[in-house]
T-cell receptor, first 114, second 110 residues
């Protein structure tokens, strides 16, 4: 399977715990994005990488959220001190470099904070 | 910041009927993309429109980009049960950041 993969697919955690999600993009894609999606809404942009550089981060994103893409391949998204409001589907997407290209989404990680 | 609005939120049609969803942006867009998300699935790219007034067709799906590049529509002719899902439009705000609308949920009754 050469699509975008995400791990884990589901995560249940208690409030206050830290969680980390992983995304493996399509191998030749330089761009990687993280989105959050809640029920009845479209994906909401969180952050974006071009290779290993984090070029943009949503102003709405709490300091509890951090993302890395250390070697320009896979990426991790960490949420510290989780809150119930963090419960959502976390989607990763990747695209080719240059211009405005279609984004290929992974299956997502569904986070439930109890 | 840029806002993208879609109407209707929800539409339930009889199989064979047509369906249209509309997308409006608060700002002029360089391009607009459409995605489909099946129930329980993830968004899948359908098409990108770039030129003012552009019309593109994919089988029973017709996509239009407005002359002012601030609105777009997706029309499905003779819906089938396989068309079920949520249809999102998305426009770039700056860089490659996409701003998605809230989507239109399509249900098809057979």
């Amino acid at each position: 399977d050469t699509g975008v993969s995400q791990d884990p697919r589901h995560k249940i955690t208690k409030r206050g715990q830290n969680v980390t999600f992983r995304c493996d993009p399509i191998s030749e894609h330089n761009r990687l994005y993280w989105y959050r999606q809640t029920l009845g809404q479209g994906p909401e942009f969180l952050t974006y990488f071009q290779n290993e550089a984090q070029l943009e981060k949503s102003r709405l994103l709490s300091d509890r959220f951090s993302a890395e893409r250390p070697k320009g391949s896979f990426s991790t998204l960490e949420i510290q001190r989780t809150e119930q409001g963090d419960s959502a589907m976390y989607l990763c997407a990747s695209s080719l470099d240059g211009g405005y290209n279609e984004q290929f989404f992974g299956p997502g990680t569904r986070l439930t904070v109890l | 910041g840029q806002q993208v609005m879609q109407i209707p939120q929800y539409q339930h049609v009889q199989e064979g009927e047509d369906f249209t969803t509309y997308c409006n942006s608060s700002t002029t867009l360089s391009n607009i993309q459409w995605y489909k998300q099946r129930p329980g699935g993830h968004p899948v790219f359908l098409i990108q429109l770039v030129k003012s007034g552009e019309v593109k067709k994919q089988k029973r799906l017709t996509f239009q980009f407005g002359e002012a590049k601030k609105n777009s529509s997706l029309h499905i002719t003779a819906t089938q049960t396989t068309d079920v899902g949520t249809y999102f439009c998305a426009g770039p705000e700056y860089g490659n950041k996409l701003v998605f609308g809230a989507g239109t949920i399509l249900r098809v009754k057979s």
